[in-house]
C-alpha cells in the first residue's frame, strides 16, 4: 500500500464538469506501476474538484486502487499549508522561515501555531485510521514524504501487524538548524522512529535525521539510501512525441542555432532560481563576445501558489527576467525565453537541446531533472549541479559541480561548460547519461519493499 499527500491522479473543474490530472513528477510516476500489480494508493483530496471525483466515483474509474481521503477542508489547509508547506519543508531544505510565536510580521502567532498543529494530528491520523481499516494483514505500507511523518505512531498501536516503510524525498533537517516549536519537534522525531525503515536518496539527509534524533533523545529508526531512476520508458515516449518535436521546431524557430542554458523547475525558493539568473546576468556582464550566441530557456512552473512567499518569488523571477533581458537585448536576441505555463512538450524541448543544463537547488532531496535531462538530451549537454542536490551523489563525478550560494562560481561554471571542446564533450556528456541510467524506477520500488521485509 502506497500512503501520499498527493496522489497519483488529481481533478480539476473545468466547463465540462470534473475532470481527471495526472499527476507529474518522479514520485507519481515511479510509484504508479504498483498500482498495476495490484497495490493500493492512498491519498488526500486536495481540493473540491478531488472531493466531487471520489462522491462520483471517478478516481476509482480513472485510477483504479486509488482511494482519496477526505478531511475538512479547514484543517486540510492548516496541515498542508501551514505545518507541512510553511514550517517542514523550510526547515528540511536549510531555509529561513518564520518560527511560530517569533517577532516576525508574518509569523504564525503560539495560538495560531497550536490550532495548525492539532490539524496536522487530525490530517496524520485521518490517514492512519484509513490505513488501519483497508490493509491487508502484514502488508508492506509505504508512507511518502514529510506530510504524513505521524502516521506510523498510530498504525503501530492499532495494526502492529503492518511493516511500515517512510521515505522521504526531501532532505532531512540537522541536528543544530531551525525545526518546530519543542513539542512538535518531539513528536515527529519519535513517530519517525516508529518506521521499521526511513528511506532517503542521499546518505546526508539519512544522517541528519540519524542526528537530529539523537540530539533530541530519541533511539533513531533504522535509515536505508536508495535514489531514485528516470523511467527511460516514460521519458522516451514523452521526449519523442509529436507535441515535443513541434515544441522543438517552435523552439528552433525562435532561437535558431545558438548556444543553449535549460533550467527546468518549480517555482520554488529551494531551487534558487534567482541566483540562477543572476549568475547567468554576470557571465553575460563579463563575456560580451557570446551575446547574440546563447540563450537561457528557463522553463518554470508554478507551484503552492495559495502561499505568499512562493506568489512573490514568481513575481520577482518574472521582474528579474524582464530586467535582464532589457539590459543586453540586441535586435533579434532576448538573452533569456521564460516559460511558466507548464508546458511538459516544451520542457522536453529545451531538454533535448540544451548545451548546459542549470541544477543549482540550495538543498534538494534528489533532483530528478539532474538525471532526466542526461537521459533525453540530443546535443553532449554538460550539466552545471549544485553540490546540496541529492543527485549530486550520482552525477556529481561527471557534472560542473557549484556551491549554490556562489554566484561567481555559478557564472564561471556555465561559461566553461559552454566552451569545453568537442571530445572532452562528448566523453563526459557519454559519461553522465551512463550514471543516469545506472539505476531504474524499479531498483528504488524494490528496495523499499525489501526494507518493509
Ligand atoms: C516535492 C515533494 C512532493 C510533492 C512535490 C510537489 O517533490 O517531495 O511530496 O508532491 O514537491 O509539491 P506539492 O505541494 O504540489 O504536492
Redo the contacts with the bound molecule.
Keep these: 500500500m502506497i500512503v501520499?499527500?498527493?496522489g497519483p491522479i488529481s481533478f480539476d473543474v473545468t466547463s465540462d464538469g470534473v475532470r481527471p490530472v495526472k499527476?507529474g513528477?518522479?514520485?507519481a510516476g515511479a510509484l504508479r506501476p504498483l498500482l498495476a500489480r495490484g497495490a493500493k494508493w492512498l491519498a488526500f483530496a486536495m481540493s473540491e474538484a478531488d472531493k466531487a471525483a471520489t462522491a462520483d466515483g471517478q478516481v476509482a474509474r480513472h485510477s483504479p486502487g486509488t482511494h482519496l481521503v477526505t478531511i475538512d477542508a479547514a484543517s486540510y489547509e492548516l496541515a498542508?499549508n501551514v505545518v507541512a508547506?510553511q514550517h517542514m519543508w523550510f526547515a528540511h531544505h536549510g531555509l529561513a522561515f518564520d518560527a511560530p510565536g517569533s517577532e516576525s510580521e508574518n509569523a504564525t502567532t503560539n495560538s495560531g501555531w497550536a490550532t495548525a498543529w492539532e490539524a496536522f494530528e487530525r490530517y496524520n491520523l485521518a490517514m492512519a485510521e484509513a490505513v488501519a481499516a483497508t490493509a491487508p494483514p502484514d502488508a508492506a505500507i509505504l508512507i511518502?514524504?514529510?506530510?504524513l511523518c505521524l502516521v506510523a505512531s498510530a498504525l503501530r498501536e492499532t495494526r502492529p501487524d503492518l511493516r511500515l516503510v517512510h521515505f522521504s524525498?526531501?532532505p532531512f533537517v540537522g541536528p543544530h538548524e531551525d525545526f518546530l516549536p519543542p513539542p512538535a519537534t518531539k513528536r515527529v522525531l519519535e513517530a519517525m522512529s516508529a518506521h521499521h525503515a526511513c528511506g532517503f536518496h542521499s546518505h546526508r539527509w539519512a544522517d541528519a535525521l540519524t542526528g537530529t534524533s539523537r540530539l533530541h533523545g530519541f533511539e533513531p529508526p533504522h535509515t536505508f539510501v536508495s535514489s531514485l531512476a528516470p523511467d527511460l520508458d516514460a521519458l522516451t515516449t514523452v521526449a519523442t512525441a509529436d507535441a515535443c518535436r513541434r515544441a522543438l521546431h517552435e523552439l528552433h524557430s525562435e532561437i535558431g542555432d545558438r548556444l543553449v542554458i535549460t533550467r527546468v523547475d518549480?517555482i520554488?525558493p529551494s531551487k534558487n532560481i534567482e541566483l540562477g539568473f543572476a549568475a547567468y546576468d554576470k557571465l553575460l556582464n563579463n563575456r560580451p563576445d557570446i551575446h547574440g550566441e546563447v540563450v537561457f530557456c528557463a522553463y518554470v512552473y508554478p507551484?503552492?501558489e495559495s502561499l505568499t512567499r512562493y506568489r512573490e518569488l514568481k513575481s520577482t523571477i518574472e521582474r528579474q527576467v524582464a530586467g535582464i533581458n532589457a539590459k543586453h537585448r540586441q535586435p533579434g536576441w532576448d538573452p533569456i525565453v521564460l516559460d511558466m505555463s507548464d508546458d511538459l512538450a516544451g520542457a522536453f524541448a529545451a531538454l533535448r537541446r540544451y548545451d548546459v543544463l542549470l541544477v543549482n537547488p540550495l538543498r534538494d532531496?534528489l533532483n530528478l531533472v539532474a538525471l532526466e535531462g542526461p537521459m533525453v538530451n540530443d546535443r553532449a549537454g554538460q550539466l552545471v549541479l549544485s553540490t546540496e542536490a541529492g543527485a549530486h551523489d550520482v552525477m556529481g563525478d561527471f557534472a560542473f559541480s557549484i556551491d549554490p550560494t556562489d554566484i561567481v562560481a555559478t557564472a564561471d561554471a556555465m561559461g566553461r561548460a559552454l566552451e569545453l571542446g568537442p571530445e572532452a564533450r562528448q566523453t563526459r556528456a557519454a559519461s553522465l547519461h551512463k550514471m543516469a541510467g545506472s539505476r531504474t524506477p524499479q531498483d528504488w520500488l524494490e528496495d523499499q519493499l525489501e526494507q518493509a521485509g
Design positions: 501520499s499527500n498527493r499527476s513528477g518522479g514520485l498542508y508547506n511518502q514524504d514529510y506530510h524525498h526531501t518549480r520554488e507551484s503552492r532531496g
